[in-house]
């Protein structure tokens, strides 16, 4: 632990030397000044209702954040727990569960979208337009090139299947029906998704 | 409780005073690690570090579970993993939640020599006041348990807190909370008690003829007890103490050494390090033993007490 | 599941084998803790190594990986040869009864009907014999050696005790005991629960290793009832959802199939799916698939799916091969087939098997896209990491996009559980930086692809710009709009068809699937989720806990497909008159005049018990299948099949030693190792501490669990000189692993065929990225081939071997990817366009 965590075992009240006094025959004032206990945490923050990311148990948890919404602030969760309401879990989480701050807040979070061109050693920063722009041209061009509208024997197939993908085994259903509205739209058949592994 | 003042403390390390109190009827609280239901998760570990905003270091493999290695300044509680075989060679994988008993009698709180780094509330938190923690370890001699630990950073010592700021606000501790299995409650002492006993009638019927509660009466009791298939055998879990108790050493503190470790005190109220002052031989008596055990007596029957 | 996280505490006994529930899904595990306490329960946990889950379990055995079908097959033959069958239940609600062909035969490891050349059979003898009318023929007496429940009689005999330990490995007494403790639950007042997970499926005999366990669960009377069930414990908060809504290589939403290239017309799909019943009265639910079909292309292509064009039929892709399957995207992409990669919130260079050849084919993409929170191994599989990953970026041309995508905490909308629940979640956070949403991601590409092929044309763009788009914010579609979208309204108004009474108005949400229609005046995107959001509003944001009883139902919390039913099949809870077979446990009871209970019945709800409707209505016999027919690709009993890496022969048919339907690519039997190289066998599992490959990035996990290791036996250890703690490489023939070993009693050498054969275990979680330590990552070592019907990956059991060998130069916890002299390029600014 670092020495600004130190800030968290402050403790209101006295300090060393006040109740050092007490000790030695001082009189009261310094117990009177004592110390209490670590101010509770979350007596403000903001509750919202969520679900686990990680298995399919599903736990309901409950995310505080800094801030009462505001328009002045951008919330941050600052703490995690379960939801001692939700039938399944009843206010437990697991090892993973019950450190899901540490993957909202993880150093490996992206933050920027990222291009490295054909050959290149390293990311470069992009814009949003530039990444979806490039995306689409080279998913047009592919699609254009290698689509299969029949096949040999002159059935309407409408296939493509020289770009593949790999659907969100953690995203919505609503993510997720988009997705596939898309994918299948364009014909595309290599497309799955991680119930196999 | 509303909160965990200093109406609410029972004892106070290196005080002669007692804490002025009228808030002597209070629920005596305990946690239950019942190790028959605990899967090894660490989701205590996880749920611990979390709340109190602890990361200890990011340790490397040694041929164990148990990461960290031990407890450590930031690691208040630690699964413990014991691969166990019987005579008749049947596996046993022995998990303990490690971590601070928080005894009725707490040898860490007899043998600070620091006024009011160590306090035990009226329901039974024995909890370390950091501000007024002077770093000299006399807190990890006196404990039975082998539980504080002095952070090398800040030089002050730290474990478990039962969730003092929890259990003050009205809520059970995060890793109460968080257990999957339900291998850790928390209640009222009787209740677990009365608990523990269900649970140890229902192992015995399931063959395990030694279960039992861990209480220890040598500390007068814990608030958090174990309940064990194997009470007969508590070492088997990790080296949990069959027959735990405050060190020799600590009982010295009720005799000459007080006055010397105050002076030094008075020298740690503008920066100094008291253990490097004190030292010498230490000695107890069995009068100073039986002294301490009538003063807890008298804490519990008074809600307070000096000590 | 079939059941709820909940019910498990309604179990009397309960099995946790090809699974580890204690340390994957702790939460759900703590309801096996319930029954142990409230129900008196015992657990029985089966597993290759004595888990954390084994250490709370009543009897524990182990079994060498990939030979669960020997174990579950055995234990057929011990119910059936020991009477410990629940009879009345296998009677009415099994096709235990039915007929089967003159021409279905096996011998010698193989069904009637394979061809050895294309490694697949023709099934036709997998059937029943037909009567005039087209229904199965029966023997309700079992006096005909040809009904179901005598050919398996016949086929598990050979799963004698002494086979099932010979092949296993188990203990005989072990096996014994938990055969006897399982046998108890055949009493129809007692149920036994099967948890599982990818230690079944991740098998070249995946899906019938789940199937046999369920096929006991049948003989047991075990499925429909309060604390049974088949319960696979999934592994991701939506992979259910995923899977639901068919984002499958040969799926479509609601368990429908995309057509294949020989189904040309609409009328030529249709003809493989009018599931007509095979026995008389029969429900045969499937029969509505016309229904589900029309109303799914009507929410995809709106107006523009037409009678008169068979409902857009065209627009939809069809299938020249059973499906393109993962392991087939990295076959062809190795092969330089496939062009362009889109992982979304996926990393194939930790999760697939074989990383070298995973590694390979995305060196041959031109483009790779990947959505995530989180940076991933195969967003930088092109960097070198050193001996992680050995990488010349220079030497690939794949163009590489790494998109920053929101997190649960970040976003609205609903997840569905193992147990079918489709739960909303709420925003409680911005994304951080410029990470955004996948609704907004996909919505950018949809629209300026609209607009490329709009302006420019193209290759049949004809689905793509008649998509449904009708979102408020065409950019990026508002969850509640998309969760409508799922669940369907009517395009005009409904009436009943039989009293004509008006059922619903033109603009209406459904109510019910029951209100689909197939002439294109409803649309519903995934006909399962029909219910979940209505005109009374979105019933997945429920939060009512309340369980009447405390059965362990919770019906109004968030909302369960199908129809809001929490336990599958509950009809077979009551016996044939109506009466719980458990009556203190009841789901459902006949009440004289409808089925009333604490659950929404699965089955007409007013459908006399004198009807005799079977309690499986999908099945066309309204039976359970102990005799599968078609609907397997090896057979329609199980069989034991050794896994494709294995130090053993199949001593039951020495010829067929392997699955003969699983399929495996020529370049990947090269790679395929001898027990003479790699004498120890291989299985991969995660760790409670971590989940998969996210939370090497969250400090508290890494704490928990720093480092790779592999878990090996004392005797193991001492043969190889290995110390506790000390380094190891571990190889197969596709690659090797240098991490530590840890020695445990908990693995021992089991006697395999009267020779000791050696587990090594390997946690799966450690790669490249994350602020955990840096690890290779298992699956560096595992095969590339899958099972028979789904091509799961075999990563449950290869083979291995370890060496002792010292600490690698540099264990560096920072260090990155590396630059072209080899220095880690930690603190090298990025560049930006």
Redesign the interface.
């Known amino acids: 632990?670092?020495?600004s965590?130190?800030g968290?075992?402050?403790?209101t009240g006295?300090?060393?030397?006040v109740?050092?006094?007490?000790?030695?025959?001082f009189g009261?004032a310094?117990?009177?000044l004592?110390?209490?206990?670590?101010?509770?945490?979350l007596t403000a923050a903001t509750e919202t209702r969520n679900t686990c990311t990680y298995c399919s148990v599903a736990c309901g948890i409950l995310i505080y954040s800094q801030g009462d919404r505001a328009k002045n602030v951008k919330s941050s969760v600052i703490?995690?727990?379960?939801d001692?309401d939700h039938p399944v879990?009843r206010?437990?989480?697991?090892?993973?569960?019950?450190?899901l701050?540490?993957i909202v807040r993880a150093p490996g979070r992206l933050t920027v979208p990222k291009y490295r061109a054909a050959g290149a050693t390293e990311w470069k920063e992009v814009s949003w337009d530039f990444a979806l722009d490039r995306i689409a041209t080279l998913m047009k061009q592919d699609r254009d090139a290698n689509f299969i509208a029949k096949n040999g024997a002159g059935a309407t197939v409408n296939r493509w299947n020289t770009t593949g993908m790999l659907a969100a085994s953690a995203a919505s259903n609503e993510a997720a029906y988009v997705t596939f509205k898309w994918a299948r739209a364009l014909g595309m058949v290599t497309f799955d998704n991680q119930a196999r592994v | 409780m509303a909160?965990?003042?200093?109406q609410d403390?029972i004892r106070?390390s290196?005080?002669?005073?007692t804490?002025?109190s009228v808030r002597h009827h209070e629920l005596e609280v305990a946690k239950l690690i019942d190790v028959?239901?605990?899967?090894?998760?660490?989701?205590c570990?996880?749920?611990c570090?979390?709340?109190?905003?602890?990361?200890?270091?990011?340790?490397?493999?040694?041929?164990?579970?148990e990461?960290?290695h031990d407890l450590n300044?930031?690691t208040w509680t630690l699964m413990r993993f014991a691969?166990y075989?019987d005579e008749q060679g049947n596996?046993?994988?022995l998990?303990r939640k490690d971590g601070c008993m928080h005894c009725e009698d707490p040898g860490c709180l007899k043998a600070c020599p620091?006024?009011?780094a160590i306090?035990q509330y009226a329901n039974g938190i024995v909890?370390f006041?950091?501000?007024?923690?002077?770093g000299c370890g006399y807190c990890v001699k006196g404990c039975p348990f082998n539980i504080p630990r002095i952070?090398a950073?800040?030089h002050?010592s730290y474990k478990c807190?039962l969730c003092?700021?929890?259990v003050?606000?009205g809520l059970e501790p995060?890793c109460v909370?968080?257990?999957?299995?339900?291998?850790i409650m928390f209640g009222s002492k009787d209740d677990m008690k009365d608990w523990a006993g269900e649970?140890i009638a229902?192992l015995k019927?399931?063959g395990f003829q030694n279960a039992g509660l861990y209480d220890p009466p040598e500390v007068g009791g814990t608030h958090v007890m174990y309940v064990l298939h194997h009470a007969d055998k508590p070492s088997l879990y990790s080296g949990l103490p069959d027959k735990p108790h405050i060190s020799a050493l600590v009982g010295a503190w009720k005799g000459f050494l007080k006055p010397v470790a105050?002076a030094g005190?008075?020298f740690?109220?503008?920066g100094a390090f008291v253990h490097s002052i004190v030292a010498g031989p230490n000695e107890t008596t069995e009068a100073d033993e039986a002294h301490a055990r009538l003063e807890m007596e008298k804490a519990k029957r008074n809600g307070s007490a000096e000590s | 599941m079939t059941n709820t996280w909940q019910d498990i505490k309604n179990a009397n006994v309960v099995i946790v084998m090809g699974g580890n529930a204690?340390?994957a899904h702790?939460?759900g595990?703590?309801w096996v803790?319930?029954a142990k306490?409230e129900n008196?329960a015992k657990l029985i946990v089966v597993d290759p190594r004595?888990t954390?889950?084994?250490?709370?379990a009543?009897v524990y055995a182990p079994i060498r990986p990939g030979t669960d079908i020997a174990f579950l097959s055995g234990l057929m033959r011990y119910l059936l040869t020991n009477d410990a069958i629940q009879h009345e239940y296998v009677r009415a609600y099994t096709n235990a009864s039915l007929i089967v062909k003159d021409g279905f035969a096996f011998e010698d490891g193989l069904f009637s009907g394979y061809n050895e050349e294309k490694r697949s059979y023709d099934k036709s003898s997998w059937d029943y014999e037909l009567d005039e009318q087209g229904y199965a023929k029966s023997d309700d007496t079992w006096q005909n050696p040809r009904c179901v429940i005598n050919l398996l009689k016949s086929h598990v005999d050979r799963y004698t005790p002494e086979m099932v330990s010979r092949i296993c490995g188990t203990p005989q007494d072990k096996y014994l005991e938990i055969c006897k403790l399982i046998a108890t639950t055949s009493a129809p007042d007692k149920a036994l629960t099967s948890l599982f997970a990818l230690g079944w499926t991740q098998h070249s005999v995946g899906a019938q290793n789940i199937r046999t366990m369920a096929m006991v669960q049948l003989l047991l009377g075990n499925i429909g009832v309060a604390g049974g069930g088949m319960n696979a414990l999934r592994g991701h908060s939506n992979i259910q959802g995923l899977t639901d809504i068919g984002l499958l290589s040969a799926s479509l939403p609601g368990y429908m199939n995309m057509p294949k290239d020989s189904e040309v017309t609409f009328d030529k799909y249709m003809e493989t799916k009018l599931f007509k019943p095979l026995r008389p009265g029969q429900t045969s639910y499937w029969q509505n698939y016309r229904k589900f079909f029309v109303s799914f292309q009507k929410a995809m292509f709106g107006s523009a799916a037409t009678a008169e064009n068979n409902w857009a039929y065209d627009y939809l892709p069809k299938l020249d091969v059973d499906g393109y399957d993962i392991l087939r995207a990295f076959e062809m992409m190795n092969n330089k087939q496939m062009n362009g990669y889109i992982c979304q919130g996926f990393n194939p260079m930790q999760a697939f098997p074989d990383r070298g050849k995973i590694r390979r084919g995305l060196s041959n993409l031109k483009y790779l896209v990947v959505m995530d929170p989180l940076d991933t191994e195969t967003a930088n599989f092109w960097q070198d990491y050193g001996p992680q990953n050995p990488s010349k970026p220079t030497e690939i041309q794949t163009e590489v996009f790494q998109l920053p995508t929101t997190c649960f905490a970040e976003e609205n909308g609903t997840l569905v559980n193992s147990a079918r629940w489709l739960q909303w979640h709420w925003k409680a956070a911005d994304a951080p930086g410029q990470a955004k949403t996948d609704l907004w991601i996909i919505a950018g590409l949809y629209n300026r692809m609209k607009a490329m092929y709009a302006k420019d044309g193209g290759a049949f763009p004809d689905a793509l710009l008649n998509l449904t788009w009708t979102y408020a914010d065409p950019h990026e579609p508002e969850p509640e709009e998309v969760a409508k979208e799922m669940n369907g309204r009517a395009l005009a108004d409904v009436n009943d068809p039989a009293t004509g009474a008006p059922l619903l108005k033109a603009g209406q949400q459904l109510d019910a699937f029951a209100q689909l229609r197939d002439d294109g005046t409803t649309m519903s995107g995934c006909w399962i989720f029909a219910g979940s959001f209505t005109d009374k509003g979105n019933m997945t944001a429920r939060r009512d806990a309340t369980d009447p009883r405390e059965a362990g139902i919770a019906p109004n919390w968030a909302w369960a497909w199908p129809a809001n039913r929490r336990i599958l099949y509950n009809r077979a809870s009551a016996n044939p008159e109506g009466k719980a077979w458990n009556p203190a446990k009841p789901v459902i009871e006949w009440n004289g005049s409808k089925w009333v209970g604490v659950d929404v019945p699965d089955y007409g709800p007013t459908v006399k018990p004198s009807d005799s409707v079977g309690p499986f209505i999908m099945n066309q016999e309204g039976q359970a299948r102990l005799f599968a027919r078609g609907l397997m690709n090896e057979g329609p009993f199980p069989e034991h099949y050794e896994p494709f890496e294995s130090p053993s022969e199949n001593v039951l048919h020495p010829k067929v030693k392997n699955n003969p339907a699983a399929r495996l690519f020529a370049s990947d039997k090269e790679h395929m190792g001898a027990s003479a190289d790699f004498p120890y066998v291989g299985t991969t599992y995660r760790l409670?501490?971590h989940f998969h490959y996210w939370t090497k990035h969250a400090?508290?996990?890494?704490?928990?669990?720093?480092?790779?290791?592999v878990e090996i036996g004392e005797a193991l250890a001492k043969e190889k000189g290995i110390?506790?703690?000390?380094w190891v490489k571990v190889s197969s023939k596709r690659g090797q692993v240098i991490c530590?070993?840890?020695?445990?009693?908990?693995i021992k050498p089991l006697m395999v065929d009267g020779k000791p054969t050696h587990v090594i275990g390997c946690p799966i979680h450690w790669g490249f990225t994350g602020?955990?330590?840096k690890g290779y990552g298992a699956n560096t070592l595992t095969p590339f081939v899958g099972d028979a019907n789904t091509n799961t990956p075999e990563f449950k059991a290869f083979l291995l071997n370890i060496e002792k060998t010292s600490a690698p130069p540099a264990?560096d916890?920072a260090q990155g990817p590396r630059d072209a002299q080899g220095v880690p390029k930690s603190l090298t600014k990025m560049g930006s366009l």
């Open positions: 632990m670092d020495l965590r130190r968290f075992i402050k403790l006295a300090g060393l030397a109740s050092s006094m007490g000790a030695l025959g009261s310094g117990t009177a004592a110390a209490s206990v670590r101010p509770f945490k703490h995690i727990e379960g001692p879990n206010g437990t989480l697991c090892p993973k569960g019950a450190g701050l540490d | 909160d965990l003042q200093s403390y106070r290196a005080t002669n005073l804490p002025p028959s239901r605990c899967i090894g998760c660490k989701a570990q996880s749920a570090m979390e709340w109190n905003n602890l990361r200890p270091e990011m340790e490397e493999f040694q041929g164990a579970y990461n960290p300044p930031g691969e075989e596996l046993e994988w998990i620091a006024p009011g306090v909890d006041i950091s501000e007024n923690c002077i952070s950073q800040d002050k807190t003092s700021d929890r003050g606000v995060a909370k968080t257990c999957p299995t339900g291998a649970r229902e019927e399931r105050l005190l008075a740690a109220a503008v | 204690a340390e702790p939460c595990f703590k803790v319930e306490i008196k004595f954390r889950t084994a250490s709370v009543d409670t501490e400090l508290i996990n890494a704490i928990l669990q720093p480092e790779e290791f110390e506790q703690g000390g530590k070993a840890f020695v445990t009693k908990r602020v955990a330590r264990v916890v």
